[in-house]
């Protein structure tokens, strides 16, 4: 017996000096609890919206004003012309709209009845919904106070869901998966190529040859960017044949941002790998500074909208937060550059930067 | 012949610590130089700036005419270089590897594959040539390395603790290999913790914290030191309070 014990104290010794495994043994746990509980959620708030208050009246100012001090809404944009509003919607900037026709006032004080336009951005289905749920709720309480107060007052809510007026919940969900999936295969494969070279001990022999950093990394990256590309192309073809995922828009823009984005990947990815002491460490890193900071907080699954500060800012330097607002823009809003060139840009900036990191790096540190 | 490689007052430093305290050697051409040192004494450090992975934090070096300073690309294209852990890959088949370090050394497709034949034909590998590295003993991997680390013809060969973990007999065969490539006028320099490989060597030096501490021939510095062998003369260099005794 006591044999075993000997042996099992020995384990208890191992764990207890490994930072690694108590990380995740204690650490990941409490981190993962207080992030479901407190800030992940799906109940939505500060959603950003715009009023269109073509009539300007007593009623709609004070229906609007009921709207914005719920909680649930921010105005974000204000506009005056659809135009305007189609534009917003395009560029992602707002989740909801609310249309008040010119007559709203009159309409109320003489045929005691008036209509209003509720407009979703359904490209994300769940949040749609639920905002407008939330909008109607409002509306028909301050339909009701005014009613015991004496004024008939019905409100017909007019509800439009943009982009995806059935409500398929798959488009919210494909995108989320190409850019889980294509950071994945490209960031997370790269991680380990560079670590891998440390390990085996011929990284030193890369290093004193001729080839410059540059093209070791680059040289590095290559086949799997072929690779990614092919996966690429069956994710989105699996996308739009087997899961009924639109293709609105152009197929050469949705190619081009598909290949910016695998590059920010493959860059971060050989950043790790330069960062990284073994494989081990460097899938480690992926796993946790990666993926699932990109499952949580790039709006894919949870709206960023809901989330505290902080976490909004973390999650806005996550490419893949970008990406999906990129796709969406594409295969379902059918958009062009001219509304998304700022996660466009945004993500030019990210490739240069790691790029011009890892080579950094790279050339600092030779262990 | 002239000096292949030339250092003067060489040092690096890393915060506090002086791993490389002013080092001064000269390698005439077709010398097999000795850079002998305990771990930690130096030399891998003293090897990195002379192969241009490193900079030096004071003092010159030249190799092959080269600052290695100001002109660490051209020191690489110029040197050959042989790991401490074997510097050929595992998956990869023997063509293929010399295929590789050709390539990058910047060899024209002929010039490839006339280099590939002859490093074939002359380790005898006709037979392995399509086999994957992985499935080459030692000996002959090690060979293969030594061959491919030259193959851009490089008028210095840098070699670091190129026999680490191989038994006595492979470790002889290497160093055949070694005075085969002196005699072809190519300079090696050889860091190296056994000190028994230092009898092989035309000249050695032997570090100890960061200088350098005996400098000559290894029969000069028996004699200086009144050694049997090279092992006694490191000992008392390195730990000279210390009473020598001989190991049977």
């Known amino acids: 017996m006591n044999r075993f014990f000997a042996f099992i104290s020995k384990e208890f010794r191992h764990i207890l000096r490994d930072r690694r495994t108590l990380m995740i043994l204690f650490g990941m746990p409490i981190a993962q609890v207080l992030l479901f509980g407190f800030v992940l959620t799906n109940d939505l708030k500060d959603a950003p919206i715009a009023v269109m208050d073509q009539s300007g009246d007593v009623e709609s100012t004070a229906l609007t004003n009921r709207l914005l001090s719920s909680g649930y809404f921010r105005q974000t944009d204000t506009v005056a012309t659809i135009d305007a509003l189609e534009g917003a919607f395009r560029r992602g900037n707002i989740k909801l709209a609310v249309v008040f026709p010119p007559s709203f006032g009159q309409d109320l004080a003489r045929s005691g009845q008036a209509n209003v336009q509720l407009i979703g951005d359904a490209s994300d289905p769940n949040v749609a919904t639920t905002l407008i749920n939330y909008a109607q709720a409002i509306v028909l309480a301050y339909q009701n106070e005014r009613l015991q107060q004496g004024f008939s007052a019905p409100i017909r809510v007019e509800t439009r869901m943009l982009y995806n007026p059935e409500l398929k919940s798959v488009f919210g969900f494909v995108p989320g998966v190409m850019t889980l999936i294509l950071m994945l295969v490209a960031a997370m494969m790269t991680s380990i190529t560079i670590a891998r070279e440390k390990e085996m001990g011929t990284m030193e022999v890369l290093l004193v040859s001729p080839l410059r950093p540059i093209q070791i990394i680059l040289g590095k990256a290559s086949p799997y960017l072929a690779l990614t590309v092919f996966n690429a192309l069956i994710v989105v073809l699996l996308g739009i044949y087997v899961f009924g995922m639109p293709m609105n828009g152009s197929i050469l823009l949705l190619a081009f941002e598909s290949i910016l984005y695998m590059l920010v990947a493959l860059s971060l990815g050989i950043f790790i790998s330069t960062k990284a002491a073994d494989q081990q460490q460097a899938m480690f890193i992926s796993a946790l500074g990666l993926m699932m900071p990109t499952v949580l907080l790039s709006g894919f699954i949870f709206p960023r909208e809901s989330m505290p500060l902080p976490l909004q800012v973390i999650g806005a330097l996550i490419p893949a937060t970008w990406y999906n607002k990129i796709i969406k823009g594409v295969m379902i809003k059918g958009v062009g550059l001219e509304s998304l060139w700022l996660p466009t840009g945004i993500l030019v900036l990210m490739a240069l930067v790691f790029i011009g990191l890892s080579v950094r790096n790279f050339k600092d540190r030779l262990e | ?248």
């Open chain 2, 1 to 248: 012949m002239g000096n292949v490689i030339q250092v003067q007052a060489l040092t690096r430093t890393f915060g506090d610590f002086t791993a490389v305290n002013k080092i001064s050697f000269e390698v005439r051409q077709g010398e097999i130089f000795g850079f002998l040192g305990a771990n930690g004494a130096g030399k891998t450090t003293a090897l990195k700036m002379l192969t241009g992975l490193l900079m030096p934090s004071s003092g010159t070096a030249l190799v092959a005419g080269y600052d290695v300073a100001r002109y660490p690309e051209e020191v690489k294209r110029t040197i050959g270089y042989m790991s401490q852990r074997f510097s050929l890959y595992e998956d990869l088949t023997v063509r293929e590897n010399i295929r590789f370090f050709g390539g990058i050394y910047g060899l024209s497709t002929s010039q490839l594959r006339e280099k590939t034949a002859q490093v074939i034909e002359q380790l005898g590998l006709e037979q392995q040539a399509g086999l994957l590295v992985r499935s080459l003993p030692l000996g002959w991997r090690q060979k293969l390395a030594f061959a491919v680390a030259q193959i851009h013809e490089p008028k210095v060969v840098f070699l670091d603790e190129p026999t680490s973990g191989v038994d006595p007999l492979t470790r002889r065969q290497f160093w055949e290999g070694i005075y085969e490539a002196s005699a072809r006028g190519i300079t090696l320099m050889v860091t190296t913790h056994y000190m028994e490989e230092a009898e092989y060597c035309h000249r050695i030096s032997i570090m100890v914290d960061g200088r350098i501490d005996a400098l000559d021939t290894p029969a000069a510095l028996r004699q200086q030191f009144k050694a049997v062998d090279m092992d006694e003369v490191f000992r008392k260099l390195a730990r000279p309070d210390q009473p020598v005794g001989h190991v049977d």
